[in-house]
């Protein structure tokens, strides 16, 4: 049985219901707005898709293949070359591979797969996948991933395991000028991202980013989707067929997305792409009512009681399945530090009692001088540079959870 059989609710972007998908670009539906904004088509679908596989091959052909023309690419100079395979003859092959022992790496349209010889038994996925935004809204990630698991079929290989590093759910908003979206006014955010990000042109912003760090493993972007497309012609077209637009009339659209990361999946309990189907609703209700909101007016001593915008109902309100199910995230970042900051700390008490003389059968006042001394520092910062110490305290906790959580929603 193919592991990326699902049923989901919806059409494909040609309107027509499948079962399951061709795509989860699903096709759009109008939208109103009660006055507050302009009645608009909303088009919802999976921008952006990374995923490890774990494989399990019985026979090496596929391999002796991958080798023999990345060679013949190194020979060539470094250059790329076609590549047949069985059932297919869009590939193209590449002379070096990807971090992380992915030796071998080709290509179609803009899927990107990569093999290694990791022991698909173990952590590390053997093949390494990353479907790109035209073939997420074009075909699909349930066609996409159906056909590659044919052609490993064809080669013996079977996939066994599932293991998503990326997942970016996206909506378009197409008749929807971003400047009617009140994103830009920072007094509407309810948001758990520490950072943000406002970019523009000219006078006006065009972009508002949250959450994205080093550290992140979730942000989002709302920004003018149509001024993106404006320097890619061959994306622009696709888009504004998708979405049934002619390019010379200049319809506006405002694109709301999101990024998650495999450390927040996991708090999800959505790492493996049979999970994150089934999730797929619960994850949308928990990203548009804990993780950011666009309120109408905030009383930052009573948060959780802001009314959101009508466009952020809008969003809110976004249908992906049939199956509801409410997720609470349950982070587990926090547990595998605690341990070494203890023997830390154990360490630094020893250090001190030493030098103050005691002896290390003392352990209950070795602990009292550092809780005394640990207090005593803890206090005067607190008391006289109490900006430093509730910034650094924040920063903290966003490396160790990535988000302040409810009870520090800013």
Known sequence: MSIFT????????????????????????????????????????????????????????????????????????????????????????YPSGKKGGYGWHISTADIHVFFSRHDPRGTTPNV?????????????????????????????????????????PAVDCVGL????????????????ALTFDLRGEGRKFS?????????????????????????????????HDLWGISIEDNVPVTRVEFQLRKDILKELSSVKFEDLAQNLQGIWEYLTTKWFRLCKKVDRQNIKNAKNTKFWDIITNIKWTDK??????????????????????????????????????????????????????LTKDYETRNTDYMNKFLVRQSEAWDACYDSLIC
């Open 324 to 377: 509801v199910i409410h997720l609470e995230r349950v982070a587990k970042r926090a547990k595998k530090v605690i341990q070494p900051l203890v023997d830390q700390a154990a360490g630094l008490a020893i250090s001190i009692a030493a030098y103050l003389g005691q002896t290390a059968e003392e352990i209950n006042q070795i602990v009292d001088t550092l809780a005394i001394s640990v207090k005593q520092k």
């Open 177 to 192: 000028d971003i400047q009617e979206t009140q994103i830009f006014d920072r007094e509407k955010w309810v948001k758990q």
């Open 207 to 239: 972009n508002a980013s949250f959450g994205f760090s080093k550290t992140s493993v979730c942000g989002l972007r709302i920004y003018d989707k149509a001024l993106e497309l404006k320097n890619d012609p061959a994306k622009r077209a696709f888009f």
């Open 6 to 93: 699902y049923s989901w609710l919806g059409v494909n972007s040609e309107g027509e219901s499948t079962s399951p998908p061709l795509s989860i670009a699903w096709g759009g539906h109008s939208v109103k707005s009660g006055g507050e904004t302009p009645c608009f088509q909303v088009f919802r679908g999976i921008d952006t898709l990374h995923i490890g596989l774990f494989v399990f091959w019985d026979k090496e052909e596929l391999f002796t293949i991958l080798e023999r023309a990345k060679f013949d690419c190194q020979a060539d100079d470094y250059k790329n070359h076609p590549l047949k395979l069985k059932d297919f003859e869009n590939f193209i092959v």
């Open 128 to 168: 390494f996948v990353e479907i790109g935004s035209v073939s997420c809204w074009d075909r699909g990630v349930f066609d996409v991933l159906k056909a590659l698991e044919h052609l490993f079929m064809l080669y013996g290989g079977e996939v066994i395991k599932t293991s998503v590093n990326r997942f970016d």
